[in-house]
């Protein structure tokens, strides 16, 4: 990063390959590099993932990740036409949702009668409407039962 990208820092990372023996190549090749700077990549948190849908079927040990937030994995798509199809698709993470509902119960609504609804609003739309933009923005029904709660 120093010498290519001066100043600027990366910890996490998606690489997108053609085919596995691309991937698996390239992980030998970045796996040497990150040692020639005296790191080394997570063994729990690295892995090459099969981003199954309907034109990629094969049977893959890893078929989803999270990332910033997001989990990516084959999900139920419609097409323009109202046709259903598996796409590899990104959508609010369990860990992300989880989060969320902490952060909704901290604000203990329930324990403040002497708060107009509409001062809750005023106090709580900004922070939800930000949720809604940044893990609505692919597939938002899967946020849906979190902003129940």
Partial sequence: MERTFPKRYADDAVIHCKTKKEAEKLYIQLKRRLKECKLELHP??????????????????????????????????????????????????????????????????????????IDISRMYNPIIRGWINYYGRYYKSALYPVLKH
Avoid: M
């Avoid at 849908?53 to 049977?59: A, C, F, H, K, L």
């Fill in 44 to 117: 729990d948190k690295t892995r090459i993932v099969y981003c199954k849908d309907d034109d990629r079927r094969e049977e893959h040990e890893n078929i989803k990740f999270d990332f910033l937030g997001y989990t990516f994995r084959p999900r139920s798509s419609k097409n323009r036409y109202g046709k259903y199809f598996i796409n590899f698709t990104p959508a609010v993470s369990n860990k992300a949702c989880k989060a969320i509902r902490q952060v909704i119960r901290n604000w203990r609504i329930h324990l403040r009668p002497d708060i107009e609804l």
